[in-house]
């Protein structure tokens, strides 16, 4: 069982930057692959990014945000970290992050995850 709390969100003005984090519980915290997501109102929820297991903890993007998000992970602290700069009004979502054992990576592109968070809301303002 992991459970997933992320925190960091609010609001900032465009092209400004914010820094989310999803803290795991869990001893096997370094297994998991983690992703990214995000839901606006009125529209589905979309693949931001994910980052592998922590033996590679290789990172992989959606075109959206490639070049302006960065994900990384500090096992240490069982946090994985979304960092966002150049922000954009079109970037307003509740933000989440989910985890899967690091073999279903790739199940995260396609918005399937055993473990989500409870989501936090980044607001950016033009």
């Known amino acids: 069982q992991v459970q997933l709390i992320e925190s960091g969100g609010g609001l900032v003005q465009a092209g400004g930057s914010l820094r989310l984090s999803c803290a795991a519980s869990?001893?096997?915290?370094?297994?998991?692959?983690i992703g990214w997501f995000r839901q606006a109102p009125g529209r589905e929820r979309e693949f931001v990014g994910s980052?592998?297991?922590?033996?590679?903890?290789?990172?992989f993007y959606a075109d959206s945000v490639k070049g302006r998000f960065t994900i990384s992970r500090d096992d240490a602290k069982n946090t994985v970290y979304l960092q966002m700069n150049i922000l954009q009004p079109e970037d307003t979502a509740v933000y989440y992050c989910?985890?899967?054992?690091?073999?279903?990576?790739?199940?995260?592109?396609?918005?399937?995850?055993?473990?989500w968070g409870q989501g936090t809301q980044v607001t950016v303002s033009s």
């Open positions: 980052i592998s297991r922590s033996d590679s903890s290789t990172t």
């Open positions: 989910a985890a899967v054992p690091g073999f279903l990576i790739k199940n995260l592109v396609t918005g399937r995850a055993n473990y």
């Open positions: 869990g001893r096997t915290f370094s297994n998991y692959a």
